[in-house]
């Protein structure tokens, strides 16, 4: 890998891979709007929700599981981010909040966990 900046992209493929492997259509991928990002928006049909989707990816868990670097002020931000989303596309659909812990090695196959609904958070 050349860069944390290739393995965060290589594993958002992935993880838009698999969404639509599941029937889910990708809205944005890599969104950002001023200090609003979100890694994936889909739209999933069969639960009329718009899903924005977190993806962390590593190359080991020598630092610790993907999984960890989903802090609460991740949580807060990635709400703050589909709350601002969802306002500008004036969207009544329901929104669901999904993530990614994918570990690519440098060889091998790479390990997906993912963790539909992770969190719940209101939006405003």
């Not at 991928?29 to 929700?49: G, K, L, N, Q």
């Not at 807060?76 to 969802?86: E, F, T």
């Not at 812990?101 to 196959?109: F, M, R, T």
Request: aromatic residues 10%; negative net charge.
């Amino acid at each position: 890998m050349s860069s944390s900046y290739d393995l965060g992209l290589q594993g958002e493929a992935l993880a838009a891979d698999h969404l639509r492997m599941l029937g889910m259509q990708i809205l944005e991928t890599r969104w950002r709007d001023h200090s609003f990002e979100t890694d994936i928006i889909a739209f999933d049909p069969r639960s009329d929700e718009v899903v924005f989707t977190e993806v962390k990816t590593r190359t080991s868990g020598h630092w610790g599981v993907p999984e960890e670097a989903i802090t609460p002020t991740k949580i807060r931000r990635l709400v703050a981010s589909a709350d601002h989303y969802m306002k500008m596309h004036h969207d009544m659909h329901a929104v669901r909040f999904d993530v990614f812990a994918i570990v690519l090695p440098n060889e091998g196959l790479p390990h997906i966990d993912y963790y539909k609904d992770a969190f719940y958070a209101p939006l405003r």
